[in-house]
């Protein structure tokens, strides 16, 4: 049973509402194949649903790579691409070899850090790494378009 206060719905659990970062790396070569499997494989093991899926998180390198456009296509989810400066970021489980080719200790890990929590740490294929974390940019967007329309509503003549 949920609870009410002041007239305001609770907020939304991330179990319920929240939508759910892919975050992703990947070899040049890697194929649509592989990399679905690897996300569905991903997504059953911390029981989400694909529907969530809002967000695919990668290196700007891998923008234009065909499966991660394939996989935003197939989850209606809008693709982030970043830099690598937004990807120096602690993980959990940070690479060497990653490290040593690319430059920084993560893609996968670090790129669904970006947007919030992780809900489930990397998991590997032979050419992709895939890690989920809950989309908080969604929030921050509607939490400053509410307290904007908040400010202005209160607003006298």
Same mark, same amino acid.
Request: with cysteine.
């Given at each position: 049973? !949920?609870? =009410?206060t002041?007239?305001? !719905?609770p907020?939304?659990?991330a ?8 975050g ?22 911390? &029981?989400?649903?694909?529907a969530?899926?809002? %967000?695919?998180?990668?290196l ?6 065909p ?5 935003a ?7 982030s ?15 060497? %070899? ?10 996968a ?9 992780l809900? =489930?740490e990397?998991?590997r #294929?032979? &050419?992709?790494?895939?890690? =989920?974390?809950?989309?908080? !940019? ?9 307290? #904007?329309?908040? !400010?202005? #509503?209160?607003?006298?003549?």
């Amino acid at each position: 049973m !949920s609870e =009410l206060t002041a007239g305001r !719905s609770p907020a939304p659990t991330a179990s319920q509402e929240a939508g759910v970062v892919v975050g992703l790396g990947l070899r040049r070569q890697t194929g649509v194949e592989e990399l679905l499997a690897l996300v569905e494989a991903c997504l059953a093991a911390a &029981g989400v649903a694909p529907a969530r899926v809002s %967000r695919i998180a990668t290196l700007d390198a891998r923008r234009d790579h065909p499966a991660i456009e394939a996989l935003a296509c197939r989850y209606g989810a809008e693709i982030s691409a970043l830099p690598p400066h937004g990807l120096a970021r602690r993980v959990p489980n940070p690479s060497a %070899r990653v490290a040593a080719l690319a430059g920084m200790p993560s893609v996968a890990e670090a790129a669904a850090l970006a947007f919030g929590p992780l809900l =489930l740490e990397k998991q590997r #294929s032979p &050419g992709a790494t895939c890690a =989920l974390a809950l989309d908080r !940019s969604a929030y921050a967007e509607s939490a400053s378009r509410a307290a #904007s329309t908040l !400010s202005t #509503s209160s607003a006298g003549p």
